[in-house]
C-alpha cells in the first residue's frame, strides 16, 4: 500500500511539474543549508511540524532544511525578518514562497513585487541561491500572478508556477480552504525537489 501511495505522489507531481529547462544552481551537499522563508504555507499550518513540505524536503535532499515559515506574515514583514534569518543560518539555497497574505489583505501588488526584489537582492548579496514559488491569488480559479514569473525571468531563478495553486485546487490534498494537508504538502516537497534537481541542485 505505501509503494502504492508514493507511485501516486510521484505521478502526480510529474503532472504537476512543468515542462522545460530551467535555470541552473549550484549542486547542494550534506553539509548543505537551505532555508525555507514564508508564511503558513511554509510553517505547515494544519499539519504537525515534521509534515511540513520543510521537513519532507530534508529527507528528499539529505540535508539541513531550515523552516522559517510564519503564519499570517506579509511581504513587508518577510523583508524586515529576512536578514536576520540570513545572517544566523548563512544559507546556500532558499525556497521564497512568499504574497499570500499580500493578496488576501488586498495589498498593493507593486509593494509585493518591490518587496520580493528586495528579498532577492537580500539573499544574493548573501550568496545563496535562490527558488522562486508562485503564490495563486484567492479567487476561483487560483491563478499565480505573473510578478512571480517576471521576476523569476528577471533574475534567472528556477520558478515552481503552479504547485502550490494545484494543491489548493484540490479538497483531497488541503486541511482547510487556504492550507495543504499532510499529502498536500509532501506535493509541494516532491516538486521543489524535483525542481532543485532539474536545475543542478541535487
Known amino acids: 500500500m505505501r509503494n502504492r501511495t508514493i507511485s501516486s505522489l510521484l505521478l502526480i507531481v510529474a503532472l504537476f511539474s512543468a515542462c522545460g529547462g ?9 553539509d548543505s543549508t537551505v532555508v525555507a522563508f514564508g508564511d503558513s504555507l511554509t510553517f505547515g499550518f494544519g499539519v504537525e511540524r515534521d509534515e511540513s513540505y520543510p521537513s519532507v524536503l530534508a529527507e528528499l535532499l539529505e540535508c539541513r532544511v531550515i523552516n522559517a515559515g510564519i503564519s499570517g506574515e506579509t511581504t513587508s514583514e518577510g523583508l524586515r525578518r529576512l536578514p536576520v534569518v540570513l545572517e544566523k543560518n548563512q544559507p546556500d539555497l532558499v525556497i521564497l514562497c512568499l504574497g499570500g497574505n499580500d493578496m488576501l489583505q488586498k495589498q498593493s501588488k507593486k509593494k509585493l513585487k518591490a518587496n ?4 532577492i537582492r537580500l539573499i544574493k548579496n548573501a550568496n545563496a541561491e535562490i527558488i522562486m514559488v508562485g503564490v495563486p491569488e484567492p479567487g476561483l480559479l487560483l491563478r499565480t500572478p505573473a510578478l ?18 494545484k494543491v489548493l485546487s484540490s479538497s483531497s490534498l488541503k486541511s482547510d480552504l487556504a492550507h495543504p494537508n499532510e499529502e498536500g504538502y509532501r506535493i509541494m516537497a ?3 525537489f524535483s525542481l532543485i534537481r532539474e536545475s543542478g541542485g541535487s
Not at 530551467?22 to 550534506?30: C, D, F, M, R
Not at 520580493?116 to 528579498?119: I, K, R, T, Y
Not at 514569473?149 to 504547485?163: I, N, R
Request: aromatic content about 12%; cysteine-free; charged content about 25%.
Open 22 to 30: 530551467q535555470p541552473k544552481i549550484e549542486g547542494l551537499t550534506g
Open 116 to 119: 520580493l526584489v528586495e528579498m
Open 148 to 165: 512571480y514569473g517576471e521576476l523569476a525571468d528577471e533574475y534567472d531563478l528556477p520558478f515552481d508556477a503552479k504547485t502550490i495553486g
Open 190 to 192: 516532491q516538486s521543489f
